[in-house]
C-alpha cells in the first residue's frame, strides 16, 4: 500500500497537498481565515483507489483492537 497523503480542500474543490494530519487541521483553519469565500476548508487524507480496501482492512482492525482494549479497561 502506498503512503496515504493529508490535504486541505476547499468548498470550491482546491486541494492543497500538506505536510502531515496536524499541518492539514492547521491550515484548514488558516485558509479559513485567509479564503473566507472558499470556506470551509477540510483536512482530508486521500488513497489511490487500488489501495482503498487496505485501508479498510486497516481501519476495521484498528476499531476491532480499540474495541477490545476499552473492554478490557472496564
Known amino acids: 500500500m502506498t503512503d496515504s497523503r493529508w490535504y486541505v480542500i476547499s468548498r470550491t474543490g482546491i486541494a492543497t497537498l500538506c505536510a502531515d494530519e496536524i499541518d492539514a487541521r492547521k ?13 470551509p476548508h477540510s483536512a482530508v487524507q486521500m488513497v489511490t483507489v487500488d489501495d482503498i480496501d487496505a485501508l479498510r482492512q486497516q481501519m476495521f482492525q484498528k476499531g476491532w483492537d480499540a474495541g477490545y482494549a476499552a473492554r478490557d479497561e472496564e
Open 27 to 39: 491550515s484548514a483553519v488558516e485558509f479559513d481565515h485567509d479564503w473566507p469565500d472558499a470556506a
